[in-house]
């Protein structure tokens, strides 16, 4: 059994910045990706950031060049920090870990960008 619990969301205003982190704990397979998605009202489930153990990081365009991911693989850690929020960067923000072809999922924190 694999568990996500997620961490640093919260309210900012726009230009501002958040820094959220996600632990993974149970049976992971070393060679995995850990990342972020992103649901805002009345929208789809859409891809922030992935991470694989390797270190090789992908970006949605959306996010480039103000959002950063990072990870520890010995404590099963990523983090996301994310700089010069938009409002439209308001959602309910899941962390995943993809092992083995499965793929879990955290119970997501809110992030709401608003003055």
């Known amino acids: 059994q694999v568990q996500l619990v997620e961490s640093g969301g919260g309210l900012v205003q726009p230009g501002g910045s958040l820094r959220l982190s996600c632990t993974a704990s149970g049976s992971i397979f070393s060679d995995n990706a850990m990342g972020w998605y992103r649901q805002a009202p009345g929208k789809e489930r859409e891809l922030v950031a992935r991470i694989t153990s390797g270190g090789t990081t992908v970006y949605s365009d959306f996010v480039k060049g103000r959002f950063a991911g990072s990870r520890d693989n010995a404590k099963n850690t990523v983090h996301l920090q994310m700089n010069s929020l938009k409002s439209e960067d308001t959602a309910v923000y899941y962390c995943?870990?993809?092992?083995?072809?499965?793929?879990?999922w955290g119970n997501g924190t809110l992030v709401t960008v608003s003055s």
């Open positions: 995943y870990v993809r092992s083995l072809s499965l793929t879990y």
